[in-house]
């Protein structure tokens, strides 16, 4: 495609895995409407087709394969460009993929819309071009554009990497070592998504709670995003329960705009599962940290990750992650399947689980999910609680979320689209909580009778 005499390009992304991953395409998009691209939905017609990886899982190469060839057939002459972290641990094979024109490694990732709007043409490639290098920067960085949000709440990308080398994880080699972003750049985004009237911050990074710039920690970067007119509420995301000091518990006890909300990765009930993972906690510790952070924050939400399969994990092991998740004020829990990533410490360790275990394990973890959050739902019936609303349900309810992440239907006439409002919480199903407006309610914004919903629930 002549790129020098053409109309306005068409971009289109498609993102896999993280919250991380999903600040990072936001910015890219932004980032390429500022260079005259047309952003356009995965699906639609498109000249660049930008794939952001996930390298968790071992489906990553069967996802990009998949996608590739669905966009290709609609669009055959796209120019595709592979990014992410699969991008980086995978980049040999991603270059046997056919149509593929593009791979990008870490370190050039957010470079990519300057590097394609430099192009004198876009025509598809013969082989892939491969930008890649194993040597990733570590210094702090800043991020250039802000990102771009069809929704109510934005995602803040504060840090990068990690080297706490947990034995079944990637990240350190896709990611690199920790490094986190200038203090003023991340002020400086927060303030640009306020004017585009997000509400709701949500801070992300890979090792959010080892955020450091020039003195600056995230309690005192908190301190700063807290002030900027027209931000509502300011959510942190997964954060490692070792680096969460008691004074952030404290602030988030006090603070009227940080959310009462934790996710707190687990992975393991067992210590010597533990052990063999490399967490930096014992069942013991983590144990007294979750019920300490309940007691100094009330009606405080807790999730966190569980991960299921890992080797060496048997009956009793098992037994043991299901007896603390069980006596833990945990509101409810993400289940992963373990997954054998070649170039991980794990990849040597003896005795690995059968699939048929790993499946029926998971199955038993997600029924507790259930049963958590359900517990924590309706301890709320027929209290008043804010909700920041985001979209009307097909069901023809208004949904959005309380600042512990409670997800809240309400029948409405009104268009509560980005408003916070007063509810009442009449009742629960299928992890919604259903209300109805607290003041001015009309006959036609009475409560829904509760019904099966199917509602899906997201990964904060």
Same mark, same amino acid.
């Given at each position: 495609?002549?790129l020098?005499?053409?109309?306005?390009?068409?971009?289109?992304?498609?993102?896999?895995?993280?919250?991380?991953?999903?600040?990072?395409?936001a910015?890219?998009?932004?980032?390429?409407r500022?260079?005259g691209?047309? &952003?356009?939905k995965?699906?639609?017609?498109t000249d660049?087709l930008v794939? #952001?990886?996930?390298?968790?899982?071992?489906?990553?190469?069967?996802?990009c394969? /998949?996608v590739?060839?669905?966009?290709?057939?609609?669009?055959?002459?796209?120019?595709?460009?592979?990014?992410?972290?699969?991008?980086?641990?995978?980049?040999?094979?991603?270059?046997?993929?056919?149509?593929?024109d593009?791979?990008l490694?870490t370190q050039?990732?957010?470079?990519? &819309?300057?590097y394609?709007?430099?192009l004198?043409?876009?025509?598809?490639?013969?082989?892939?071009?491969?930008?890649?290098?194993?040597?990733?920067d570590h210094?702090?960085?800043?991020i @250039?554009?802000?990102g771009?949000?069809?929704?109510?709440r934005? #995602?803040?990308?504060?840090q990068?990497g990690?080297?706490?080398?947990c034995?079944?994880?990637?990240?350190?080699?896709?990611?690199?070592?920790?490094?986190?972003r200038r203090?003023?750049d991340?002020?400086?985004?927060?303030?640009?998504?306020?004017?585009?009237?997000?509400?709701?911050?949500?801070?992300?990074?890979? #090792?959010?709670?080892q955020?450091?710039?020039?003195?600056v920690?995230?309690?005192t970067?908190?301190?700063?995003?807290?002030?900027?007119?027209g931000?509502?509420?300011?959510?942190?995301?997964?954060?490692?329960?070792?680096?969460?000091?008691?004074?952030?518990?404290?602030y988030?006890?006090a603070? #009227?705009?940080?959310?009462?909300?934790?996710?707190?990765?687990?992975?393991s009930?067992?210590?010597k599962?533990?052990k063999?993972?490399?967490?930096?906690?014992?069942? /013991?510790?983590?144990?007294?940290?979750i019920e300490?952070?309940?007691?100094k924050i009330?009606g405080?939400?807790?999730?966190t990750?569980?991960?299921?399969?890992?080797?060496?994990?048997g @009956?009793?092991?098992?037994?043991?992650?299901?007896?603390?998740?069980n006596?833990? &004020?945990?509101?409810?829990?993400?289940?992963?399947?373990?997954?054998?990533?070649p170039?991980?410490a794990?990849?040597?360790?003896?005795?690995p689980?059968p699939?048929?275990?790993? =499946?029926?394990?998971?199955q038993?973890?997600?029924?507790?999910s259930?049963?958590?959050?359900?517990?924590?739902?309706?301890?709320?019936?027929?209290?008043?609680?804010a909700?920041?609303?985001e979209?009307r349900?097909?069901?023809?309810?208004?949904?959005?979320f309380?600042?512990?992440?409670? =997800?809240?239907?309400?029948?409405?006439?009104?268009?509560?689209?980005?408003?916070?409002?007063?509810?009442?919480i009449s009742?629960?199903?299928?992890?919604?909580?259903l209300?109805?407006?607290?003041?001015?309610?009309?006959?036609?914004?009475?409560?829904?009778q509760?019904?099966?919903?199917?509602?899906?629930?997201?990964?904060?």
């Amino acid at each position: 495609m002549d790129l020098k005499n053409s109309k306005p390009r068409r971009v289109a992304f498609y993102t896999v895995g993280c919250r991380l991953n999903q600040a990072e395409t936001a910015v890219l998009t932004d980032r390429f409407r500022c260079l005259g691209f047309q &952003p356009v939905k995965f699906g639609e017609m498109t000249d660049v087709l930008v794939v #952001n990886t996930c390298s968790v899982t071992e489906g990553a190469e069967t996802d990009c394969r /998949r996608v590739v060839r669905q966009v290709l057939r609609k669009s055959p002459n796209a120019f595709v460009a592979i990014t992410g972290c699969y991008a980086q641990t995978g980049a040999e094979a991603l270059e046997s993929i056919g149509g593929i024109d593009l791979v990008l490694g870490t370190q050039y990732k957010m470079q990519l &819309p300057n590097y394609l709007a430099a192009l004198s043409s876009t025509d598809k490639r013969v082989q892939p071009e491969l930008l890649h290098t194993r040597k990733i920067d570590h210094e702090n960085f800043t991020i @250039e554009g802000t990102g771009d949000y069809a929704t109510t709440r934005a #995602n803040l990308k504060l840090q990068d990497g990690c080297q706490f080398m947990c034995s079944f994880c990637l990240i350190p080699f896709a990611r690199g070592r920790e490094r986190s972003r200038r203090a003023d750049d991340a002020v400086r985004e927060a303030y640009a998504l306020a004017e585009r009237g997000h509400r709701e911050l949500v801070l992300t990074g890979v #090792n959010l709670g080892q955020y450091r710039d020039a003195g600056v920690d995230l309690l005192t970067l908190l301190q700063r995003l807290e002030s900027i007119p027209g931000i509502d509420r300011i959510r942190i995301s997964s954060i490692e329960p070792t680096t969460i000091p008691d004074r952030l518990l404290d602030y988030m006890a006090a603070s #009227n705009k940080l959310c009462r909300f934790l996710h707190v990765p687990l992975q393991s009930g067992d210590d010597k599962i533990l052990k063999a993972m490399n967490r930096r906690y014992t069942v /013991r510790e983590y144990a007294e940290f979750i019920e300490q952070a309940n007691r100094k924050i009330p009606g405080l939400c807790i999730g966190t990750d569980v991960m299921v399969g890992f080797p060496g994990e048997g @009956e009793q092991q098992f037994a043991n992650t299901q007896s603390i998740i069980n006596a833990l &004020p945990v509101s409810y829990l993400h289940v992963f399947s373990f997954s054998n990533r070649p170039g991980t410490a794990a990849t040597k360790l003896p005795n690995p689980v059968p699939p048929h275990i790993i =499946k029926q394990r998971s199955q038993e973890l997600a029924k507790l999910s259930q049963r958590k959050r359900f517990a924590f739902y309706q301890q709320y019936v027929g209290q008043s609680v804010a909700v920041l609303f985001e979209s009307r349900h097909a069901a023809g309810l208004w949904t959005g979320f309380t600042d512990q992440y409670i =997800k809240v239907g309400v029948q409405s006439s009104d268009d509560l689209s980005n408003e916070i409002r007063e509810v009442t919480i009449s009742g629960v199903t299928d992890g919604l909580a259903l209300a109805h407006l607290s003041a001015g309610m009309s006959q036609s914004d009475e409560l829904l009778q509760a019904r099966p919903l199917l509602m899906t629930s997201e990964s904060v």
